[in-house]
């Protein structure tokens, strides 16, 4: 069983950043993807970003250049760092962590963990 906690969110303006991070407690973190995903009001859950076990980092198209995934096994988390924020970035923020999926951009409802979320508001 893994336990996610994130942290970091908050009210920043347009063109400002963020750090978001996500502690993950259980036995073999290493051997887990990690991600972030976002849910803004009457929208679906989509996939923002990724660093699976085996070092690769994926992004959605709408964050590349801006959002910079990382993570640090010996800490058992994982980081978003989010610059030059806008507006359509406010969404409650997810960590999710999968022991089969290499990416998690498949079928959300098949992520085998998520953590409770952590809003961020850009303001325009």
């Keep these: 069983q893994v ?18 991070a996500c502690l993950a407690s259980g036995p073999t973190f290493n051997s887990y993807t990690m991600g972030w995903f976002r849910q803004a009001p009457g929208n679906h859950r989509e996939f923002v970003a990724s660093f699976s076990w085996r070092g690769s ?30 507006p359509e970035d406010t969404a409650v923020y997810y960590c999710a962590a999968d022991p089969v999926s290499s990416t998690l951009r498949g079928v959300v409802s098949q992520i085998h963990y998520w953590g409770q979320g952590t809003q961020v508001t850009v303001s325009s």
């Design 3 to 20: 336990q996610l906690v994130e942290s970091g969110g908050g009210l920043v303006q347009a063109g400002g950043s963020l750090r978001l």
């Design 57 to 86: 980092t994926y992004y959605a198209d709408s964050v590349k250049g801006r959002f910079t995934i990382s993570r640090d096994n010996a800490k058992t988390s994982v980081y978003l760092q989010m610059n030059s924020l806008k």
